[in-house]
């Protein structure tokens, strides 16, 4: 399993939202690429990045942080917030993202999901947000009825490569990863799901882990944010246990 370290871009500022609330946004850095660099500097992996405002607007809007961020950085990175068609998602792999993470158009438009996959294989993701189960799009402003599940089977054997599933109700509140429901999702899905929301401490990365190990499906790795600001997930143990370097 992966750590994700999250990066939350707001007005070109690293903050964390509670419960997907704009305006209960908390700053943590005004400078994202050291941000960054710290992150990489600790042994991270992966970096997850979400351009908040591009999320709202439809369109990218923290561009000047997230290539601060990729100039200082060299390992994968993968972006998610605005981005809503093929020529964005273009535009964003050759500047050096990764992976795209594509939320609201997967939802109303699935063919974009689709056809981005088969264009840049191995670089889609798909984000799904859900309040009590259902699908909330355009910045969590809006909740659908479709429920996580079933937009997740939209999306199987078309070359997704995973799927980020973020519980609004526990995101940025330090109230623990809902565990079952990503478990349930992974277990619904062949293709590998990233937990996100809520993580508070290591005992949630390993109650995590733990469920994964005899899940059906695949959980490829956890996100955390505010956890790790905060400092009541240790960023080196955590990466650590997951390498096997701790005992459970």
């Known amino acids: 399993m ?5 990066i939350d871009l707001k007005d070109g500022n690293c903050v ?8 209960q946004a908390t700053v943590f850095n005004d400078n994202p690429g050291n941000q960054a660099q710290q992150f990489e500097n600790a042994g991270c992996e992966w970096l997850h990045l979400v351009d908040l405002n591009g999320a709202f607007e439809g369109r990218p809007v923290n561009g000047e942080a997230v290539d601060n961020i990729l100039e200082n950085v060299n390992i ?6 605005g981005i809503r068609n093929l020529t964005t998602i273009a535009t964003w792999i050759e500047k050096g993202i990764s992976r795209v993470i594509l939320g609201t158009i997967a939802l109303r438009d699935p063919k974009v999901v689709i056809e981005a996959a088969k264009a840049f294989p191995g670089q889609v993701a798909v984000g799904i947000d859900a309040r009590n189960g259902m699908v909330a799009v ?14 997740g089977k939209k999306f199987e054997d078309v ?7 973020t519980d609004i109700d526990r995101d940025g509140t330090m109230e623990g990863l809902n565990v079952q429901s990503t478990i349930d999702l992974a277990n619904a899905l062949s293709i590998p799901v990233i937990a996100s929301g809520g993580v508070a401490s290591l005992d949630d990365i390993k109650k995590l882990k ?6 059906q499906g695949t959980i490829e790795g956890a996100i955390s944010g505010r956890a790790l600001y905060d400092g009541s997930l240790d960023i080196h143990e955590a990466l650590s246990y997951l390498k096997g370097a701790v005992n459970a």
């Open 2 to 6: 992966i750590l994700f370290p999250a």
């Open 16 to 23: 964390r939202l509670y419960k997907g609330e704009m305006n």
């Open 76 to 81: 994968p990175v993968q972006l998610g917030g």
């Open 138 to 151: 355009e910045g969590w402003a809006e909740t659908s009825d479709i429920s996580a599940v079933e937009l």
């Open 159 to 165: 070359g997704v490569t995973s799927i980020i599933y």
């Open 210 to 215: 733990t469920a994964a190990d005899v899940a």
